[in-house]
């Protein structure tokens, strides 16, 4: 089936904006992972929701990050009064319990200006 | 100290060298270990993992595993232009789904 999706690919804002990352991840998998990839860095976890347990948000940087996840379906990433430094990629993947691999989606690339 | 250390110097090497990557890590807690493929502009795709130690082969690529020094290694023979990508190590703890520790990354160029 159709892999992870994630809109928009491309995001520009000016400082002290909130912006809204939407991932889709594949039908069925139960676990979906946010992580965060600046210029240069590895990628550096942020939240991770497993069915309809809490989420580990241990990742979230500031409280201006916070994520939602309704079930095993779309989950949107939002960051509030955006900085320069949360200029990054943000990238979103799901794994379901067939194989041990996390399915990444292509990512969308924050420009804060 | 980072839990996962990663060298992120590129890597230029002609085609058909051997190329050689390594990581090493802090947490004894890690029992999965993956090297995953990340073209320009894409998420990264998993490309070999391992679990504890040893060795792991597929096709032009071999990965292995030292938990006794904490380090692991992806090596590709025959290196292709295709090659050319970063490639990032991972590596998570027991469980299956555990989130991932990333290594920076290596950029890999083959010239033709």
């Known amino acids: 089936g159709a892999g992870v999706s994630q809109s928009p690919s491309n995001k520009v804002t000016e400082k002290g904006k909130d912006v809204e990352l939407r991932c889709d991840p594949i039908?069925?998998?139960?676990?979906l992972y946010w992580y965060r990839q600046r210029l240069g860095q590895g990628l550096e976890f942020l939240i991770y929701f497993q069915g309809n347990s809490a989420p580990d948000k241990s990742g979230l940087p500031s409280d201006r990050f916070s994520a939602e996840r309704t079930g095993e379906s779309v989950s949107t990433l939002t960051i509030q009064r955006t900085q320069q430094e949360d200029s990054a990629v943000y990238l979103c993947?799901?794994?379901?319990?067939?194989?041990?691999?996390?399915?990444f989606g292509p990512g969308t690339r924050l420009t804060v200006t | 100290q980072k839990e996962v250390e990663q060298d992120p110097g590129p890597l230029s090497v002609p085609e058909g060298a051997i190329v050689s990557l390594n990581c090493t890590y802090s947490n004894s807690a890690f029992q999965y270990f993956m090297w995953y493929r990340q073209y320009s502009r894409k998420g990264p795709e998993l490309l070999m993992y391992t679990y504890s130690s040893g060795n792991k082969e597929d096709g032009r690529f071999t990965a292995q595993v030292d938990k006794s020094s904490k380090y692991i290694s992806l090596f590709i023979r025959d290196s292709q232009p295709s090659d050319s990508a970063t490639y990032l190590c991972a590596m998570s703890g027991y469980r299956v789904g555990d989130r991932l520790a990333f290594g920076k990354g290596n950029q890999v160029v083959v010239i033709p």
């Open positions: 993947a799901s794994w379901g319990t067939e194989t041990y691999e996390q399915y």
């Open positions: 039908s069925g998998h139960t676990a």
